[in-house]
């Protein structure tokens, strides 16, 4: 399998921006359906938004409208651009495909929101 790398995360205030990466070395994010997911101690990890191959493009209801997930096909990246971010999206963010996970589960990057 192959890793998947997340970065990006940072601290930021409510109501502030955070753009999220995930490369996996050569794996073609383009041919697969791609997820955002997210992480908080005790809670299970939930989808957060998700891509298909032909761009059609999902997300959970608590982020839709303010998240907004791409990939640049090119380069093999995958990103999530977070706006107008609330406490409650502070989390581990991960990407990975769809079930069944056909990469092996990076570190995550971790999102903070606080004032």
């Known amino acids: 399998q192959v890793d998947a790398v997340e970065s990006g995360g940072g601290s930021v205030q409510p109501g502030g921006s955070l753009r999220l990466s995930c490369t996996a070395s050569?794996?073609?994010?383009?041919?697969?359906?791609m997820r955002w997911y997210r992480e908080t101690p005790g809670n299970e990890r939930e989808m957060v938004a998700g891509i298909t191959p032909i761009g059609i493009t999902e997300y959970s209801e608590s982020v839709k409208g303010r998240f907004t997930i791409s990939r640049d096909n090119a380069e093999n990246v995958l990103y999530l651009q977070m706006d107008s971010l609330k406490p409650e999206d502070a989390a581990t963010y991960f990407c990975?495909?769809?079930?069944?996970?056909?990469?092996?589960w990076g570190r995550g990057t971790l999102v903070t929101v606080s004032s």
């Open positions: 050569d794996y073609p994010f383009s041919r697969n359906h």
């Open positions: 990975n495909t769809a079930w069944p996970y056909q990469l092996t």
